[in-house]
């Protein structure tokens, strides 16, 4: 089931680019190759700076509600 699963994606004589001529095959899976790449690079950089800008956000959110009670007319 997994060689079957795999041969529909990346298999070039299974898949739907069987038909097409080998230069061409070989042209389209390179881009795809490339675009999957990207993403995954994209995906994988967006985790790592998520957190820090969650962190920084509630630092940030923090400063605002103490600079706000500080400022309202109850405490003074």
């Given at each position: ?27 389209l ?14 995906m ?15 630092f ?17």
């Amino acid at each position: 089931m997994i060689r079957d699963l795999y041969n529909i994606v990346m298999n070039a004589d299974y898949n739907g680019i069987a038909n097409l001529p080998n230069m061409v095959k070989f042209q389209l899976m390179i881009i795809l190759s490339f675009m999957w790449s990207i993403i995954f690079t994209l995906m994988i950089g967006s985790f790592l700076v998520l957190g820090p800008t969650i962190v920084l956000h509630v630092f940030f959110l923090i400063g605002v509600y103490f600079t706000s009670e500080i400022f309202s007319d109850k405490i003074i």
